[in-house]
């Protein structure tokens, strides 16, 4: 099938690749013409496991332009993966989605085509998309406007692991009012699906995934599933972290509270970590959306608000260690391990490395940070903020008063911590994601702390 893919941003991009690795003739825009030229030379502007090797298999059916006039008219599936940010009320910003929308009813040529919002929208965003079309084609000569359909198709991706996701997900959900748009979507899954596309070899197929579930609804159902299933999973993050700091006071593990509560197959073991709380580009937009969509609705969402105070909570709790710990902060010298929000990713958007870097800043302390990834991005996006960025870990442990592990790299588990230790002025390490081994590190003389 013909797909054009309005936007080149995470989800955008995987989409593109992925749908153009199982078959379909993909045409990735953005309006950026030097992203664009990156891509065409094979530089991608985002860091994910595999999409350049991906990319490179995928490259005989997919082709990169700025241009809606070379995208648009061939096109029978449209995506619009644009950006939604938030505004300061919490509502996403729609001008990015506006402007796709006009553009794609001013060049569609003659014949069916589905416009599909892939980009996370309010509710209600379906029928607003379909009204812009609308009204873009208005004026056109006779026989020469498309008729549009429009349907939701929400990304559950999950930076790190966007292509593993995209190719083997848990389920599709694809949302229309028109029998006919649904059609299009489930052939241009069915590969998916089935699973019958021959898996890469550096991606291998899971062994239990044989097919894939499709729930096919309306537009706004669609639309509220994304929504939902985020704040879901920002709930139970900020749920064991309510927990535990109960669990500080009476003396109890959380990690093992976590393991006992998510044994039971009503609750699940995933987004059981205690820790520093949520980042990202998805659960602080998404949330926020919520709570201010419900509002035009007349509703509250308590829970879902008590959810993002909690976590916002997590951060002031690292200062709140350090100066128990310290006793005084203004002076001293804290090394981050971690930047990126989540590992295998170098996005930093909400992350809590670099709240937490502003927080220590604000209160005297000279602040260094090791990532494996993310400095370049670091720099580039925060170029005012004093940050120290270091080579490596033991760079950045030199003469330090305290290291806090913020992201969970995989690399920082088997670090040499004796070494470490021996570097720093006081040997304290904040664990902020319970992912380094006590034991080891207190026979290596570090002090351990963790955020629970």
């Given at each position: 099938?013909?797909?054009a893919i309005?936007?080149t941003g995470?989800?955008?991009?995987?989409t593109?690749v992925?749908?153009?690795?199982?078959?379909?003739?993909?045409?990735c825009?953005?309006t950026?013409?030097?992203k664009?030229?990156?891509?065409?030379a094979?530089?991608?502007?985002i860091y994910?496991?595999?999409l350049?090797?991906?990319?490179?298999e995928a490259?005989?059916?997919?082709r990169?332009?700025?241009?809606y006039?070379?995208?648009?008219?061939?096109a029978?599936i449209?995506?619009?993966?644009?950006g939604?940010?938030p505004?300061p009320?919490?509502a996403?910003?729609?001008?990015?989605?506006?402007?796709?929308?006009?553009?794609?009813?001013?060049?569609?040529?003659?014949g069916f085509k589905v416009?599909v919002?892939?980009?996370?929208?309010?509710i209600?965003s379906?029928?607003?998309v379909?009204?812009l079309?609308?009204?873009a084609c208005e004026?056109?000569?006779?026989?020469?406007?498309?008729?549009?359909?429009?349907?939701s198709?929400p990304e559950?991706?999950?930076?790190?692991?966007?292509?593993?996701d995209?190719?083997?997900?848990?389920?599709?959900?694809i949302?229309?009012?028109?029998t006919?748009?649904?059609?299009?979507?489930?052939?241009l899954?069915?590969?998916?699906?089935?699973?019958?596309?021959?898996a890469?070899?550096?991606?291998?197929r899971p062994?239990?995934?044989?097919?894939?579930?499709?729930?096919?609804t309306?537009l706004?159902?669609a639309?509220?599933?994304k929504?939902?299933?985020?704040?879901?999973?920002?709930?139970?993050?900020?749920?064991?972290?309510e927990?535990g700091?109960?669990?500080e006071?009476v003396?109890?593990?959380i990690?093992e509270?976590?393991?006992?509560?998510?044994?039971?197959?009503?609750?699940?073991p995933?987004?059981?970590?205690?820790?520093?709380g949520?980042?990202g580009?998805?659960?602080?937009k998404?949330t926020?959306?919520l709570?201010?969509?419900?509002s035009?609705?007349?509703?509250?969402?308590?829970?879902?608000?008590?959810?993002?105070k909690l976590n916002s909570r997590?951060?002031?709790?690292?200062?709140?260690k350090?100066?128990?710990e310290?006793k005084?902060?203004k002076?001293?010298?804290?090394?981050l391990l971690?930047?990126?929000f989540?590992?295998?990713t170098d996005?930093?958007?909400?992350?809590?490395a670099?709240?937490?870097?502003?927080k220590?800043?604000?209160?005297g302390v000279?602040v260094?940070?090791?990532d494996p990834?993310?400095?370049e991005?670091f720099h580039r996006?925060?170029?005012g903020?004093?940050v120290?960025?270091?080579e490596?870990?033991?760079e950045?442990?030199?003469?330090c008063?305290a290291?806090?592990l913020?992201t969970?790299w995989s690399?920082?588990?088997?670090?040499?911590?004796?070494?470490i230790a021996?570097?720093?002025?006081?040997?304290?390490?904040?664990?902020g994601?319970h992912f380094?081994?006590?034991?080891?590190?207190?026979?290596?003389?570090?002090?351990?702390?963790?955020?629970?």
């Amino acid at each position: 099938m013909q797909v054009a893919i309005i936007g080149t941003g995470y989800v955008g991009l995987t989409t593109g690749v992925c749908l153009a690795f199982i078959g379909h003739q993909v045409c990735c825009l953005d309006t950026d013409e030097a992203k664009i030229r990156a891509l065409k030379a094979g530089k991608i502007p985002i860091y994910e496991p595999n999409l350049s090797e991906l990319l490179e298999e995928a490259s005989p059916n997919l082709r990169f332009t700025s241009s809606y006039a070379e995208a648009i008219p061939s096109a029978e599936i449209i995506f619009i993966a644009v950006g939604t940010p938030p505004t300061p009320s919490g509502a996403p910003n729609l001008e990015y989605l506006s402007q796709a929308a006009r553009s794609i009813g001013q060049h569609g040529a003659a014949g069916f085509k589905v416009v599909v919002n892939k980009s996370t929208v309010p509710i209600g965003s379906g029928n607003w998309v379909g009204s812009l079309l609308r009204e873009a084609c208005e004026g056109r000569e006779a026989g020469t406007s498309p008729e549009f359909a429009v349907a939701s198709n929400p990304e559950f991706l999950r930076e790190g692991s966007a292509l593993h996701d995209s190719l083997y997900p848990d389920r599709i959900v694809i949302g229309a009012d028109e029998t006919r748009a649904l059609e299009v979507l489930y052939s241009l899954y069915r590969p998916i699906l089935d699973q019958t596309f021959s898996a890469p070899t550096y991606l291998p197929r899971p062994d239990t995934v044989y097919a894939v579930p499709l729930v096919s609804t309306d537009l706004a159902s669609a639309e509220l599933i994304k929504y939902a299933a985020n704040a879901f999973l920002a709930l139970k993050i900020s749920f064991i972290n309510e927990m535990g700091l109960l669990a500080e006071r009476v003396g109890a593990n959380i990690t093992e509270v976590a393991r006992g509560i998510g044994l039971d197959s009503r609750i699940g073991p995933r987004f059981l970590s205690a820790g520093i709380g949520w980042g990202g580009s998805c659960f602080g937009k998404d949330t926020a959306a919520l709570i201010a969509t419900a509002s035009e609705y007349g509703l509250n969402l308590p829970i879902v608000e008590a959810a993002r105070k909690l976590n916002s909570r997590q951060r002031d709790r690292v200062v709140e260690k350090l100066l128990h710990e310290l006793k005084i902060l203004k002076g001293r010298t804290i090394g981050l391990l971690g930047l990126a929000f989540k590992p295998n990713t170098d996005d930093l958007r909400e992350s809590p490395a670099v709240e937490i870097a502003q927080k220590l800043v604000d209160r005297g302390v000279r602040v260094r940070a090791h990532d494996p990834i993310a400095v370049e991005r670091f720099h580039r996006e925060h170029a005012g903020m004093p940050v120290q960025t270091c080579e490596n870990v033991c760079e950045t442990a030199e003469g330090c008063d305290a290291l806090v592990l913020v992201t969970e790299w995989s690399e920082y588990r088997d670090l040499d911590w004796e070494a470490i230790a021996k570097k720093m002025r006081t040997p304290v390490i904040l664990d902020g994601r319970h992912f380094l081994d006590r034991d080891k590190l207190a026979r290596a003389g570090m002090r351990y702390l963790a955020i629970s």
